[in-house]
Every structure is written in C-alpha cells, then in structure tokens.
C-alpha cells in the first residue's frame, strides 16, 4: 500500500527588498580555448564595473563579458486562488 499526500500550494507577492543593495559584478568570458576569468568583484555602482571593464579592454584587448546584477527580494503570502 502507497502512501497519500496532500500539498496545499499558495502564491506569495514578491517584493524587492528595499533594506539590501543592488550588486554588480563582471567577468571576463574572452577566449578561445578557456575563459580569461578575470572578476571585478561584487560592487553597488554599477559604473565602478564598467569602469573595470573598460579597464580590462584597455589593458587586454578582450572585448567579451558576463555581467550580473543581483538584487534582493522578499515574498510574502498573497491571496489564495
């Protein structure tokens, strides 16, 4: 005999969260064989990353980047449906 169970699924609001700071960071994806892997670190302007990166062109010549931006949220339970 299985065993039976029962999930009760709700929706939640998510919210940004105005108590945390945005981030940015980059990383440099140049290369053919491997990836240059060159990080600027995590920063709360996003101009200090650009400056980083231009940077690393004006020194490297690599022209190719990941640049992520993370920000926080909350989520909070919304109305049933």
């Given amino acids: 005999m299985g065993t039976t169970k029962t999930f009760r699924f709700r929706n939640y609001d998510i919210h940004p969260d105005t108590t945390a700071e945005t981030t940015y960071a980059a990383e440099c994806v140049t290369g053919e064989e491997a990836d240059c892997g060159a990080q600027s670190g995590e920063e709360v302007e996003a ?3 650009d400056r ?3 940077e690393h062109v004006r020194n490297t010549g690599h022209q190719r980047f990941r640049r992520t931006v ?6 909070e339970p919304g109305a049933w449906q």
């Fill in 52 to 54: 980083w990166i231009a």
């Fill in 70 to 75: 993370a920000s926080f949220v909350t989520a």
């Fill in 47 to 49: 101009a200090k990353v």
